[in-house]
């Protein structure tokens, strides 16, 4: 994915949500404004960079004060956010999946995990952290009748490849996989492959060579 709605870019998508976060943090430590080079601070960016994402979607103000932080927390939420709940499924509740669960019901989103599927008979008719676990066989109908459009994949590895026509044939919209087998879908799919060892390989990477050019100095 280069773009996404309306042309803007995925990774400005991806700072906005991160902007958002920061800035919900600081409007609960009561600042009111905030200036670009400060919130590009706290993300390691560069104001220019923040302004630039800001016009991008329409946003100016008074440069003088910085930023009013409310107001621009409810402009972003009006980029990012659909105008209903959109109901999310996690397939796969082992502990990863149970994490993500824990993780994103409860922060006031416009994102809400209603239900898992899973194989495992111990999991399978179970409510986990309020989550009611249904069998895979289900998918489709349980997807239809909780009107689910997005679908997380916790599962092992060597099941995702498996999953893909079932979530096709269900209607889904919307694919965050965490598995290390990179999933393709048809146009009109989004998905995002999210491998979590290929991220943390990456960063200890870089953690080796900088290790290695401070001995060098």
């Known amino acids: 994915m280069s773009t996404v709605g309306n042309n803007i870019p995925e990774k400005t998508i991806e700072r906005l949500s991160e902007y958002r976060r920061t800035l919900l943090a600081c409007h609960k430590q009561g600042i009111t404004h905030i200036f670009s080079h400060v919130l590009a601070g706290m993300h390691g960016i560069t104001a220019v960079q923040v ?6 979607i329409g946003f100016s ?3 003088k004060k910085g930023y009013d932080v409310k107001v621009l927390i409810e402009f972003i939420n009006g980029i990012l956010d659909s ?4 109901n999310v499924a996690v397939i796969g509740m082992g502990n ?7 993780y994103f019901n409860g922060k006031g989103l416009k994102l809400r995990i209603v239900t898992a599927f899973d194989v495992d008979p111990h999991k399978v008719g179970s409510v986990i952290d309020d989550i009611p676990c249904y069998h895979m066989d289900r998918f489709e109908e349980v997807v239809s009748s909780m009107d689910i459009s997005i ?5 092992p590895t060597r099941i995702a490849p498996s999953l893909v026509v079932p979530i096709i044939n269900a209607g889904i919209k919307g694919v965050l996989n965490f598995t290390s087998a ?14 979590i060892t290929t991220i943390l390989e990456k960063v200890a990477y870089f953690v080796k ?3 290695e050019s401070n001995d060098k100095n």
């Open 51 to 56: 302004r630039r994402d800001l016009m991008l």
């Open 96 to 102: 990863l999946g149970q994490a993500i669960t824990k």
């Open 182 to 195: 990179p999933l393709n879908f048809p146009q009109g799919i989004v998905a995002e492959n999210y491998d």
């Open 61 to 63: 103000s008074d440069t």
């Open 209 to 211: 060579e900088s290790d």
């Open 83 to 86: 105008e209903c709940v959109m």
């Open 151 to 155: 679908v997380v994949i916790s599962s």
